[in-house]
Nanobody, 124 residues
Framework: QVQPVESGGGLVQAGGSLRLSCAAS????????TGWFRQVPGKEREFVAT???????YYADSVKGRFTISRDNAKKMVYLQMNSLRPEDTAVYYC??????????????????WGQGTQVTVSS
C-alpha cells in the first residue's frame, strides 16, 4: 500500500510561492487519485486540490488560479505549486491517496492513505 510522504513546507511572505512535494513510499500513485488537504488547529480539514488517476484535476474555489497540482509518474511524485500565497493559506498540508469515486474527490474520508503533513506559514 502506497504511503504518501510530504515535504516542502515552510515560512513565506504573503504574495510568495512554495512548492509542496508528495512522494509515494512503498509503491506508486499510478492508478490512484492523489490530493492535498489542509487543516488549521481547531478547524475542520479542508480540500485543496486533487489529481485523478486519469490526470483530471480539481481545485477548491479558494485556491483556483493560484495553486496547481501535478504528477510525475516516473518520479512517483505529486506536487502542489502554490503562488500568490495569502495568510489564510497558513495550515498543515496533507497529501492523501486513494480511489474515490468522482463525486467524492473532495471528501477526505474517501482517501485511504495519508501523509504526516507539512506546515505552511504565510506571514502578512
Amino acid at each position: 500500500q502506497v504511503q504518501p510522504v510530504e515535504s516542502g513546507g515552510g515560512l513565506v511572505q504573503a504574495g510568495g510561492s512554495l512548492r509542496l512535494s508528495c512522494a509515494a513510499s512503498g509503491g506508486t500513485f499510478n492508478g490512484y487519485t492523489t490530493g492535498w488537504f489542509r487543516q488549521v488547529p481547531g478547524k475542520e480539514r479542508e480540500f485543496v486540490a486533487t489529481i485523478r488517476y486519469n490526470g483530471y484535476t480539481y481545485y477548491a474555489d479558494s485556491v483556483k488560479g493560484r495553486f496547481t497540482i501535478s504528477r510525475d509518474n516516473a518520479k512517483k511524485m505529486v506536487y502542489l505549486q502554490m503562488n500568490s500565497l495569502r495568510p489564510e493559506d497558513t495550515a498543515v498540508y496533507y497529501c492523501a491517496s486513494g480511489q474515490p469515486i468522482l463525486s467524492a474527490v473532495r471528501d477526505g474520508n474517501a482517501y485511504r492513505s495519508w501523509g504526516q503533513g507539512t506546515q505552511v506559514t504565510v506571514s502578512s
